[in-house]
């Protein structure tokens, strides 16, 4: 399974941008990067995925490097509501499994 | 549509004892997975079935766990017997899968599994 890195924990104040980080040098070209959080006591939702491109929805933008060994999700103004674990996976076409690494537990602060 | 559904929320039985959960997935979602959470180990990805059929189950403990998934619309995962260190959370999720693409899942609340 294609491994993520990604922080433990990251702290942000309310209102305020966050940009969660993950690394993923070892993708292939036709791996997707799938976002998903994770709230208290619920089941992961997903969040946002892209390929190559850029890409925006009603939650969070999703912005990926030129060489796509790194991507960023970016939550443009955090809520209290954003407070969750936040998990960077790749989808690779070999299999239909999703792995879920450690994640980054995001902290947002009133 | 009411997201996939687990059902128990919670259950707390003896060691020994024969623990049974229960999922339905989205109608129209052809592939299903269980995953294990604990503080420990993280999310870990069980088994999944597409098409009703097991395509991967190396994520399965041991022999003690069993899944099944008989039609489109319901799947199990038996524990027998259940030992305290299979207390963890347990998640269903579901997914439309074309080839080798997955069209994102969508997990359950999840079964909280407390073996005493």
């Known amino acids: 399974d294609a491994k993520t890195t990604q922080p433990n924990s990251m702290e942000s104040n309310e209102e305020e941008p966050v940009h969660l980080p993950c690394n993923h040098s070892t993708i292939s070209g036709t791996d997707y990067i799938h976002w998903y959080r994770q709230l208290p006591s619920q089941g992961p939702e997903y969040v946002i995925h892209?390929?190559?491109s850029n890409v925006n929805n009603r939650m969070a933008s999703l912005a990926i490097a030129e060489d796509r060994k790194s991507s960023t999700l970016i939550l443009h103004r955090a809520t209290l509501r954003d407070a969750a674990v936040y998990y960077c996976i790749l989808e690779q076409l070999t299999g239909n499994q999703f792995y879920f690494g450690t994640g980054t537990s995001l902290t947002v602060i009133p | 549509d009411a997201g996939v559904i687990q059902s128990p929320r919670h259950e707390v039985t003896e060691m020994g004892q024969e623990v049974t959960l229960r999922c339905k997935p989205i109608?129209?979602?052809?592939?299903l997975f269980w995953y294990r959470q604990t503080m420990m180990r993280g999310l870990e990805l069980l088994i999944y079935?597409?098409?009703?059929?097991?395509?991967?189950d190396s994520g399965m403990p041991e022999d003690r766990f069993s899944a099944k998934m008989p039609n489109a619309s319901f799947s199990t995962l038996k524990i027998q017997p259940s030992e305290p260190r299979d207390s963890a959370v347990y998640f269903c999720?579901?997914?439309?899968?074309?080839?080798?693409?997955?069209?994102?899942?969508?997990f359950g609340s999840g079964t909280r599994l407390t073996v005493v």
């Open positions: 109608s129209g979602h052809n592939s």
């Open positions: 999720a579901s997914s439309f899968t074309v080839g080798p693409r997955d069209y994102g899942y969508t």
């Open positions: 892209g390929l190559t």
């Open positions: 079935f597409n098409n009703n059929v097991p395509i991967d």
